[in-house]
């Protein structure tokens, strides 16, 4: 499967527990994104890699969240101290820079976690 | 505000009936409008992506349209399936911006 593949597609944590989800992109995908989704909603945007570069955090990425993407390929992302509020879908996606046209976005299953 | 917003919010079909979605959006500078399928409890995938000279682009019984002026894109689906239930979610690229502006999404049903 050359899509973007997301571990582990669902986790349930304790409030006050930190979780990482790992995400790797489309092999030949420069560029990666984080999204989080909440129950009947689209998603919202969380940040983005341009390689191993962070370019752009969202508001809605608080201290308790950090991604990184240290060798430009896979990426975490990491939630410290689980709130109850960050039960969601966290989508990675990928796309590549040579794609000026339309920079499409290939989203990845998603990882579903669920702060008890 | 860059914003995005679909209509209706729900929706149910008999199969083999054709619907259709609407999306309006207040998104500047525009680069492209995309649809995207989201089944139950997995990621989204890509139906269209339109840019402002393209109109209508159609991928197998999905046809979308956009109007860049009145800035407003719709999505038909003709000869509904069962499998076509799921959330269609409009989405708009800004211009410049790698990051994407997401509607709620539709949720249809297409019932036996």
């Known amino acids: 499967d050359t899509g973007v593949s997301q571990n582990p597609r669902h986790k349930i944590t304790k409030r006050g527990q930190n979780v990482t989800f790992r995400c790797d992109p489309i092999?030949?995908?420069?560029?990666l994104y984080w999204y989080r989704q909440t129950l009947g909603q689209g998603p919202e945007f969380l940040t983005y890699?341009?390689?191993?570069?962070?370019?752009?955090k969202s508001r809605l990425l608080s201290d308790r969240f950090s991604a990184e993407r240290p060798k430009g390929s896979f990426s975490t992302l990491e939630i410290q101290r689980t709130e109850q509020g960050d039960s969601a879908m966290y989508l990675c996606?990928?796309?590549?820079?040579?794609?000026?046209?339309?920079?499409?976005?290939?989203f990845g299953p998603g990882t579903r976690l669920t702060v008890l | 505000k860059n914003q995005v917003e679909q209509s209706p919010q729900s929706l149910i079909i008999l199969e083999g009936k054709n619907c259709t979605l609407q999306?309006?959006?207040?998104?500047?500078?525009?680069?492209?409008l995309r649809w995207y399928k989201q089944d139950t409890g997995r990621g989204p995938v890509s139906l269209t992506i339109?840019?402002?000279?393209?109109n209508t682009k159609s991928n197998g019984r999905y046809t979308a349209t956009l109007d860049a002026d009145t800035k407003q894109s719709s999505l038909h689906i003709t000869a509904s399936q069962l499998s076509d239930s799921a959330s269609y979610i409009c989405?708009?690229?800004?211009?410049?911006?790698?990051?994407?502006?997401f509607g709620a999404g539709t949720r249809l049903a297409v019932h036996p």
């Open positions: 996606a990928s796309s590549s820079s040579l794609d000026r046209t339309y920079n499409e976005q290939f």
């Open positions: 092999s030949e995908h420069n560029r």
């Open positions: 890699f341009q390689n191993e570069a962070q370019l752009e």
């Open positions: 999306c309006n959006y207040t998104v500047s500078p525009f680069s492209n």
């Open positions: 339109m840019t402002f000279s393209e």
């Open positions: 989405v708009v690229r800004a211009g410049g911006y790698n990051k994407l502006i």
